[in-house]
């Protein structure tokens, strides 16, 4: 089986960086650290914190050190390394060993020449020690119930710029609990580009993002509120066309702020009515203005691709337990987040080729079948090892990995829905007060 070029040259750029001394002494806090040759390196700390699990430090440590022939190192030794790594590794491993390798050519899914990103926010529960505290803040939590508050909690908000069609993670960030989700959008643009359309929920329906955009010539489509704009509040009432093209006005309170930040005044957009399944009426504003290339009954089915960065949220806290953090300072769960998102990145790249060939057999099957993602993280968390720090042969490795994801996927079955479940937050609220022993 031959496999395409991008696996490998992920795999490669990740072994070149993780070696490299520059990278190293970017993200180490003291030039004083990480410079004997110890059990712990530099690139083992990384490595470890990416196969981050529920089990014992300790037990994770002994298989780790199993596999390289050592004898494993203490879990106070693993917290100390750890105390001396900066979180921002992980981004510069994502953005140059996944991102601009994955898009360095024309091979990746795009929608009429668009690469389509979705841009959205949720909040994180985090380890309520002192210092997160300090760092992130809290937010009131309910008994899940009667909404009853039962105290406060220490949360992050997270934001993603994700691209729906490929699955890749494009820039995220982490941020205070009491974070404004429009400002952790505008901190993604440096990483988008001229040829990237924005998918977005009713929570950035905000004069200011909009302006945002067509200031940096970036395209959108934005979900519209009851409260946001006026053509949208006529609109969603059922009255007049179900397009139209308006300049829309910023408000008076609005302008000098808006002076400030060099944004325009007058906007040029485009009001989109679609009808969703149920019969309730959804508005859209966007500026591809051009009816002919893109008429008003596609924006029902691009809307709905903006699903894909919900369904990535669900994966990063249900599968890979991203709320169960592994440590209790604000640093670690720095890291703990941009690993994760490392994870998910890698488990798309190394998955593509099975998830091609599945799709190819779609007509064959009763069912259409994808990647089990139980069966891909759990692979790739085990063989972190194997592809990045032991010179073994990666391009063996990978055949069969992909051959793993072919033989055990998940039926698509249309139309099945479950029943969520609906369960108390108090669980995972104590679960660092459970399980302190194996945090760090």
């Not at 100390?80 to 790594?85: C, G, I, K, N």
């Not at 039962?150 to 995220?172: E, F, P, Q, T, W």
């Not at 093209?245 to 325009?264: F, I, N």
């Not at 099945?416 to 007060?433: A, C, E, F, I, K």
């Amino acid at each position: 089986m031959k496999l395409p070029q991008k696996p490998q040259q992920v795999v490669n750029t990740t072994k070149r960086l993780l070696k490299d001394e520059e990278f190293k002494s970017h993200h180490r806090t003291s030039p004083k650290v990480f410079l004997r040759e110890r059990k712990l390196t530099f690139s083992l700390v990384i490595l470890l914190i990416l196969q981050k699990t529920m089990k014992s430090i300790q037990l994770l440590l002994n298989e780790v050190f199993g596999q390289i022939d050592l004898d494993p190192a203490t879990n106070s030794a693993f917290t100390q390394a750890r105390s001396h790594l900066k979180h921002t590794a992980f981004i510069e491993l994502n953005q140059k060993a996944i991102v601009a390798e994955y898009y360095q050519d024309d091979t990746y899914r795009r929608y009429q020449g668009f690469r389509l990103l979705a841009i959205d926010s949720s909040k994180l529960r985090l380890p309520d020690s002192r210092d997160i505290r300090d760092v992130f803040g809290t937010i009131n939590t309910t008994n899940g119930k009667d909404n009853n508050v039962i105290g406060k909690h220490a949360h992050g908000l997270a934001s993603v710029c994700y691209d729906v069609l490929n699955r890749i993670v494009i820039d995220s960030q982490l941020g205070e609990a009491h974070a404004y989700e429009v400002d952790l959008a505008v901190r993604h643009l440096p990483a988008t580009q001229a040829n990237d359309l924005l998918l977005l929920d009713r929570g950035y329906a905000s004069y200011r993002w909009l302006a945002t955009c067509v200031q940096q010539q970036r395209h959108f489509v934005v979900r519209c509120s009851a409260g946001s704009f006026k053509p949208a509040r006529q609109m969603l009432t059922g009255l007049g066309a179900d397009s139209r093209v308006v300049d829309l006005t910023s408000s008076l309170g609005q302008r000098l702020s808006l002076a400030r930040l060099g944004l325009p005044s007058v906007l040029r957009v485009r009001f989109v009515r679609v009808v969703l399944p149920n019969g309730e009426f959804e508005v859209l504003v966007t500026n591809l203005l051009d009816e002919k290339l893109f008429p008003t009954f596609s924006f029902s089915q691009l809307y709905h691709l903006r699903w894909g960065v919900e369904t990535f949220y669900g994966v990063v806290k249900t599968r890979l337990q991203l709320e169960n953090f592994s440590g209790l300072t604000a640093e670690s769960v720095r890291q703990d987040f941009y690993a994760t998102i490392f994870i998910t990145n890698l488990e798309a790249v190394l998955t593509e080729e099975a998830t091609t060939q599945l799709e190819k057999k779609t007509s064959k099957n009763r069912y259409p079948q994808q990647v089990n993602q139980a069966v891909s993280f759990n692979a790739i968390k085990n063989y972190v090892i194997a592809l990045f720090y032991l010179e073994n042969n990666s391009e063996e490795i990978l055949r069969q990995l992909t051959q793993l994801f072919l033989t055990n996927p998940n039926s698509v079955r249309p139309q099945r829905s479950v029943p969520r479940r609906q369960r108390s937050p108090t669980p995972r609220l104590n679960y660092h007060r459970r399980v302190k022993k194996i945090c760090f």
